[in-house]
């Protein structure tokens, strides 16, 4: 399951084209998008992780809270897909959704059951399948009113320590790539052995932007919304701790902020890309639904259709405008999806 795989390469437009590109979009974009997000995602989950050691009960308020803050800050940064956060399946260790065959519930009830040793250290625990990790892991263990009443209560405090010491070490090393190697591989592309060129770079960065976009329309939107005559509420992303909703707002924020990144100096561009992304924003505003419940109601159906075509729309601007702004277009790409 590769959710933000493309088909195909990313393809040059001509040379006129690629030399129009502001050389400063890729400088700008690490910097004051992508470095703050993963400093902000380290910060969180050390709190996240010191907040478990002190009260670990499902129940806690600071806990949740804490978990909140968190992984609101990874889905800011879920649209990076690339390099650090691929680097031993990190993202997927952080992030294993969607899991269609519901693999998150069956192996951490085998581990409560059999109350496995491997909980009792961090270290260890990053070897468990990753359906066991992460924060849809440690939504079920907060928020499913089975897994978080099942087993022993003393090992069911340390598998919610342990997971958030491993999502805590998880981001820590994200982090670290990022600040000590792979940013400067990206400012400096010319000497670096991953990118041949700063054409490559700004095709990574285009190519994070589109599928991030896709991501949101085809899955956070477009699982629950099913078909018409069969919408499936209950697959909505997070839809326990009730982030649904609010993992498509965070999303729309964050990739917001790099496609006016990705614009450069075209201000007119920008504004034209902000103008659609505050469509989208403006209706979900108007949404109301925090699980996304309401897709097994028309009214409520129609409306996330709705949000769904306007996260499109943004998606076409990307590829019609700010791609040949940076001197690429998107070959046919799709989501891997399972």
Known sequence: MRHFLFAAALTCLPALAIAQADDHVITDTVEQHILPRFKTLADTSQTLAATAQTDCAASSAPLRAAYSDAFDAW???SHLRFGPTEVEDRAFALAFWPDSRGATPKSL???????????????????????ARGFYALEFLLYDDDLNTAGDAAYHCTLVKTVTADIAATSAAILQDWQTDYAGRMMDAD???????????????????????QFTAETRLGRPLGTYDRPRATRAEARRAGRS??????????????????????????????????????QLAELDDPDFS????????????????????????????IGPKLGVASGFNALDGD
Do not use: C, N, W
């Not at 496609?259 to 103008?275: E, F, P, V």
């Open 109 to 131: 009830s085998a581990l409560i059951q059999a109350q496995d040793p491997i909980a009792l250290d961090a270290q260890e625990y990053s070897q468990v399948t990753i359906a």
């Open 294 to 321: 309401g897709v097994d109601t028309p009214a409520s159906r129609l409306k996330l259709e709705v949000i769904q075509q306007s996260v499109e729309a943004i998606r076409t601007l990307a590829l019609q405008e």
């Open 245 to 282: 909703e609010r993992h498509v707002i965070l999303s729309l924020q964050s990739t917001k902020d790099m496609a006016i990144h990705l614009a450069g100096s075209d201000t007119a561009l920008a504004q034209r890309a902000a103008h659609e992304f505050d469509t989208a924003l403006a």
């Open 75 to 77: 889905v800011a940064a």
């Open 191 to 213: 000497t670096s052995d991953t990118y041949r060129s700063k054409d490559e770079v700004r095709q990574e960065l285009f190519k994070s932007l589109t599928a991030g976009l």
